[in-house]
């Protein structure tokens, strides 16, 4: 079920054609399969309008596109929804997509503006019949898990028309953390105590919000969104964990992050950016209590990265993440490493490097969660202890009580600014 067909066509180039300059043109056909959908994308070289018709014998979605034109071809797609894609030419000015179906079902139809390395986009979103309810767990055996065992929801950053980060050999993030959620969620669910849900276990989009519904509906105690940095700076490697902030990016680097993991929904495309969890970013005050929570996680798991994975660390960071939103559980944000240094572009690779980082989570989630498991002892082994800063000191005091440089103290505290300002409350990982 969960694979996908790329469909690229060529381009044809009508240099001589006069119309040329302001028609658009089918460049590729692409689709993909999540449990639930069959995304067709297709992509244009300019905006277009379009209009759709659905006939019932045979089911059949037609979509006219104006003013574009195409090479006719048949494009076979055998999934649970669809059976044929076709486009052709209809008139010199006009194309088509049709869609022949398994059988009738419902869709949606929308265009997505030129974004980044993204042309413009027409998307048509068609449901897989009779499949819904059959695949979703239900409220009563999330119920039934709750009494014996904690949850924890398990995101694995971007997917589908969304790559994420590539790496200076195409490595795509979106691999690379969905092996390293599907691991975490292996190790978890050998346990009776704990069980692992992951919002996407293949190569599908998911907008931002409906990854948050997901760790609501399934009632999780704490919520991992994995992901692989990346910097236009070859040389910056290192892991880091996010925590949600109420205030804006306490930092440049945080804000960054967030600024490149919140465009998701505008590369994968979702119909309404309106509706948007982005567009509309509210802090609850119930939150607050969860975040103070997260950074703890954030803090134990960074550690037990360092351990396991031998990864420089580059410190926690708090930012307006849009997926960890809305969630009223410890919720944390982890960046591997940077996909976009060649040396650990090389590590995220490798199944080994995968396999320690979901271990070294999946140690730390348990110690969070204080569950006793053998794994747990091997985390943090260099002894890092936690300062909270109180009133009246400062890095130099912090550093001298601890026996410290303050670059020793900055080098696992990223969230320490240029000035070494630090604020009563903040916790620092200290060497
Ligand atoms: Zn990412």
Request: charged letters at 20%.
């Amino acid at each position: 079920m969960r694979f996908m067909i790329t469909m690229i066509m060529s381009l044809i180039a009508f240099s001589s054609f006069s119309l040329a300059a302001q028609q658009s043109e089918i460049t590729s056909v692409r689709c993909w399969t999540s449990p639930t959908n069959i995304r067709v994308v297709v992509d244009l070289t300019t905006e277009v309008s379009y209009e759709v018709k659905e006939s019932l014998s045979p089911s059949e979605i037609l979509i006219t596109i104006k003013n574009t034109r195409s090479t006719n071809q048949d494009l076979l797609a055998n999934n649970a929804a669809i059976k044929q894609i076709s486009v052709f030419q209809k008139d010199t000015n006009m194309s088509c997509v049709k869609i022949g179906l398994v059988k009738k079902t419902t869709f949606n139809v929308f265009l997505l503006k030129k974004y980044l390395s993204k042309p413009d986009r027409l998307v048509i979103d068609i449901n897989i019949p009779d499949v819904k309810k059959a695949l979703s767990v239900s409220q009563k055996e999330i119920e039934l898990i709750k009494k014996r065992s904690k949850i924890v929801v398990i995101d694995a950053g971007h997917g589908g028309e969304d790559p994420g980060a590539i790496g200076p050999t195409g490595l795509q993030e979106k691999d690379v953390v969905l092996n390293i959620a599907r691991n975490l969620a292996n190790y978890f669910n050998q346990r009776h105590d704990v069980k692992a849900f992951l919002t996407r276990d293949g190569d599908y989009f998911i907008p931002l919000g409906e990854r948050i519904k997901l760790c609501k509906h399934y009632d999780g105690d704490i919520f991992i969104s994995i992901h692989a940095n990346a910097s236009p700076k070859e040389h910056v490697r290192g892991s880091s964990v996010y925590v949600l902030s109420t205030e804006g990016a306490d930092n440049k680097a945080a804000q960054l992050v967030a600024q490149r993991e919140n465009m998701a929904d505008l590369i994968g495309g979702i119909a309404k950016i309106e509706n948007n969890v982005v567009a509309s970013i509210l802090v609850d005050l119930s939150q607050t209590q969860a975040i103070n929570e997260s950074l703890g996680l954030a803090k134990g798991t960074l550690d037990s990265m360092v351990s396991f994975c031998h990864t420089y660390s580059l410190g926690i960071g708090r930012a307006g993440f849009a997926v960890l939103k809305s969630i009223d559980v410890p919720s944390i944000l982890v960046e591997t490493a940077f996909i976009s240094n060649s040396e650990e572009e090389k590590l995220l690779a490798t199944d080994e490097f995968q396999e320690s980082m979901s271990k070294a989570i999946y140690a730390a989630t348990l110690k969070y969660l204080e569950i006793p498991s053998s794994i747990v002892s091997l985390v943090s082994p260099k002894g890092y202890k936690y300062h909270v800063v109180k009133k009246g000191e400062t890095l130099w005091s912090i550093s001298a009580f601890y026996d410290k440089s303050p670059d020793e103290i900055k080098g696992l505290n990223a969230d320490i600014p240029p000035s070494d300002a630090v604020f009563v409350g903040q916790e620092l990982i200290i060497p």
